[in-house]
């Protein structure tokens, strides 16, 4: 799994939510056999990692039990590692990390970077794990209320610099690490914007950058599309951050936006 963050092309991470309230699929791959069959779906059309969330983390979610999250997530962290598929799993809680670990999950994706009590290490003991810090301001409950920032470029970036040196002094190696600036994570549109136009300058990190800006409401916004519309619009976007250096793109139209990278890919190797 750690050759997901070493590939020289950009790779696809498909979506998959397992939460009820889901703010794009609206809680409809909740059952186990629809869950399976959108994990076929997605292998079909190409995707190259599946993130499995357990607990939400739109604007104005709640938190969910360890328990609840275990037992959404678990066994369809199973059934991915069976098709062969590489696994990553969006949690912020040390117990959910490490048993997705133990489930034979490959990534662990955190949108509060790592920050939870025992977060650091449930995951530093395993070399083979690779890890996604996302910036997040405040938490989803209130998130978009009325965030703040003085430059929103720099502030998230050193922001996650000060995470990855908490990672290195816990002695988890740098190859194992991807950064993501958190589009929508406690950002208006104008910092999404900001984020995305100078999106290369986080490439002075030297680290792999995951982007995640499929069906949200930036993309709503300017668009004023519907969230069932929006996947033209996330997949321009998608293209736009693979200019500026985006390595894995976090998405829930995987067809779309495998077709989009091949052709990314096609010119960008052209002489
Ligand atoms: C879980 N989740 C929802 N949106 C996300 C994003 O933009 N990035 C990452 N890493 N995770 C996300």
Redesign the pocket.
């Known amino acids: 799994m750690q050759k997901i963050l070493e590939s020289n092309r950009p790779l696809v991470m498909g979506i998959l939510n397992t939460t009820p309230d889901s703010f794009s699929d609206g809680g409809s791959y909740l059952r186990k056999d629809i869950a399976l069959r959108r994990i076929e779906a997605m292998i079909e059309e190409g995707v190259d990692i599946i993130?499995v969330?357990g607990e939400s983390?739109r604007p104005g979610a709640q938190a969910v039990s360890v328990n609840e999250e275990l037992d959404r997530v678990i066994p369809m962290i199973e059934a991915i590692v069976d098709s062969g598929m590489p696994v990553s799993v969006?949690t912020s809680k040390a117990i959910v990390m490490t048993e997705a670990i133990n489930a034979g999950a490959g990534m662990i994706?955190d949108?509060r970077a790592l920050q939870e009590d025992g977060a650091i290490d449930a995951v530093a003991s395993d070399p083979n794990v690779s890890l996604?810090l996302?910036h997040m301001k405040g938490q989803p409950r209130t998130m978009q209320q009325n965030p703040q920032y003085s430059d929103v470029v720099v502030e998230v970036k050193s922001f996650l610099k000060q995470r990855v040196q908490q990672c290195l002094e816990a002695g988890i190696a740098t190859e194992r690490i991807c950064l993501?600036p958190?589009?929508?994570?406690g950002k208006k549109l104008q910092h999404n914007c900001e984020l995305m136009k100078h999106l290369d300058s986080f490439k002075e990190l030297n680290l792999p950058l995951?982007?995640?800006?499929s069906r949200k409401t930036m993309i709503g916004t300017i668009l004023d599309a519907d969230v069932n519309d929006r996947a033209n619009g996330s997949v321009a976007a998608a293209m736009y951050s693979l200019t500026k250096g985006a390595n894995i793109l976090?998405v829930h139209d995987v067809k779309a936006t495998v077709e989009a990278v091949k052709l990314f890919c096609a010119f960008e190797q052209a002489k």
């Not at 958190?182 to 994570?185: S, V, W």
């Open positions: 993130d969330g983390t969006d994706n949108v996604c996302m993501d958190g589009f929508g994570f995951l982007v995640g800006v976090r």
